[in-house]
């Protein structure tokens, strides 16, 4: 400990920084912990920060890290899958709005009892993709770090429970992780447009300062482009790894110690409030089972407010409908996407307008 305190050069720490980061997403990635590697790096950069080591990413980096995720939420948005949710629409519609409309009461409730300052609690019960939720925060003024720490507490909750309950109810067990070529390459120049649309989008986005741009840039148009038929999303694993990695260092090296006290003093009630949350996504669920006739298993993973990522892991190891779990989150995350801004603005509102009228 004595070399941590004693301020170790740059070198060092970056070196240091990417031992505990491996060990870490190793861990967390052999536990079949989805965006492990994410986690891991988040939570090195958090204890480096918080031995008061001071280290920044590269903005340039972070900004083609956001276009990467991006493009692969586009990656996402198939056709089939966008037609699936306009086809079943009024269930997406009402499961959907079930579950935003207890994330924002829920964080309003927290922002109420001043659990967190300004609008952090609404993002951070955002049931969205996590890793997304936390880039748009803090395009719009919340604290990304208190962001991240709730987020990925319910990614963690959440993907335990449904991990748990998929095991218990699915009638075939989960297959072996298949083989994970890192480096694998299917087009060099489907490739080169993919990293041309997401650092050349996320920067035109930055340079004009449209709010999250660097994230939905990317997004909107890798979406249109793959539906014209434009564009192949190519995104080799090893390069998702490293935008993973660059997204979890960015948020674990803001992290300060005072910021840690506050977020373990507000433990409990973060943790009641996802577990309400969880509680409203299976009462969507019995209702998709009731009325849509949906397997209870399919109707779980459809409505739990965790990641879309998280959720296609475990769906793809089940005896469910993927395709509809699929469409049921990502539906789900594109009306965060579009509204979340809004409520949070509302919410803000709300809580600042409040004292002048009592």
């Given amino acids: ?74 990656k996402s948005l198939q056709p089939a899958l966008l037609a699936k949710v306009i086809s079943d629409w009024p269930l997406f519609l009402g499961a959907t709005v079930s579950v935003i409309a207890a994330s924002a009461v829920l964080g309003w409730v927290l922002m109420r009892r001043q659990v ?14 996590a890793s997304a939720m936390v880039l748009l925060a803090g395009e719009y003024g919340a604290d990304v770090r208190l962001v991240a720490f709730m987020q990925y507490l319910r990614v963690v909750v959440v993907t335990l429970m449904a991990s748990l309950v998929a095991r218990l109810w699915s009638v075939h067990p989960a297959s072996a992780n298949a083989e994970v070529r890192w480096f694998t390459v299917l087009s060099a120049s489907d490739l080169g447009a993919t990293l041309m649309l997401a650092f050349g989008g996320a920067s035109l986005a930055r340079w004009l300062r449209i709010p999250a741009g660097p994230l939905m840039a990317p997004l909107i148009l890798g979406t249109a482009l793959q539906g014209m038929g434009g564009l192949v ?16 260092w960015t948020i674990g090296l803001r992290f300060t110690r005072g910021i840690l006290r506050h977020a373990l003093r507000a433990l409990p009630q973060v943790l009641g409030a996802i577990l309400a949350l969880i509680g409203v996504g299976i009462l969507a669920a019995v209702v ?71």
Avoid at 116 to 129: E, K
């Fill in 1 to 74: 400990m004595s070399s941590l305190n004693a301020h170790p050069s740059p070198s060092r720490c970056w070196a240091l920084l990417l031992l505990i980061s491996a060990g870490l997403g190793a861990g967390l990635t052999a536990l079949h912990l989805p965006a492990g590697i994410l986690l891991g790096c988040m939570l090195a950069g958090i204890f480096l920060s918080s031995r008061e080591i001071r280290l920044e990413v590269p903005h340039s980096l972070f900004v083609l890290a956001q276009g990467l995720l991006g493009c692969l939420m586009a």
């Fill in 116 to 129: 967190f300052p300004g609008t952090t609690a609404v993002w951070g019960l955002a049931p969205g993709a």
């Fill in 233 to 248: 999303i190519e995104l080799p694993p090893a390069l998702l790894l490293m935008a993973y990695a660059v997204i979890g």
């Fill in 288 to 358: 998709l089972t009731r009325v849509g006739g949906f397997e209870p298993l399919t109707a779980y993973l459809a409505t739990s407010p965790g990641g879309a990522d998280s959720v296609a892991v475990i769906a793809a190891s089940s005896a469910v409908d993927a395709g509809f779990v699929m469409a049921m989150q990502v539906a789900r995350f594109v009306m965060v996407l579009v509204f979340g801004p809004r409520v949070s603005r509302f919410v803000a509102r709300r809580m600042t307008d409040r004292p002048r009228t009592q």
